[in-house]
């Protein structure tokens, strides 16, 4: 089992930055591939961005390339999230999630989520 605690949510304006932070307990997150979704209001959830335990490789949604960074601290059991340059369509509760599933675009990849953090990007 694993259990996860995202933070770092917030409002910010449109550009602007901010850092999410998901603490994993329970055991190692660097066992598994850990991911961030989003939600936006009234609409599904949305993959963003994730690291698999094994490489470290990262994948991102391709409109987030560029100005979003997925990082793993295995030593503190934590993920992190930087968002640059945050656009008001990118409001959203964002979680994070981890998982053994080969799909790590999918949320069908992650047995274990968070309870989310609200963003809120203003205009």
């Known amino acids: 089992q694993v259990q996860l605690i995202e933070s770092g949510g917030g409002l910010v304006q449109s550009g602007g930055p901010l850092r999410l932070s998901c603490a994993a307990s329970?055991?190692?997150?660097?066992?598994?591939?850990t991911g961030w979704f989003r939600q936006a209001p009234g609409k599904g959830r949305e993959f963003v961005s994730a690291i698999r335990w094994s490489t470290g490789n990262v994948v991102y949604v391709d409109s987030v390339k560029g100005r979003f960074t997925i990082s793993r601290d295995n030593a503190k059991n934590m993920v992190y999230l930087q968002m640059n340059s945050l656009k008001p369509e990118e409001t959203a509760v964002y979680y994070c999630?981890?998982?053994?599933?080969?799909?790590?675009?999918?949320?069908?990849?992650?047995?274990?989520w968070g309870q989310g953090t609200q963003v809120t990007v203003s205009s």
């Open positions: 329970g055991r190692t997150v660097s066992r598994y591939t």
């Open positions: 999630a981890a998982g053994y599933g080969s799909n790590w675009l999918d949320e069908s990849g992650y047995d274990y």
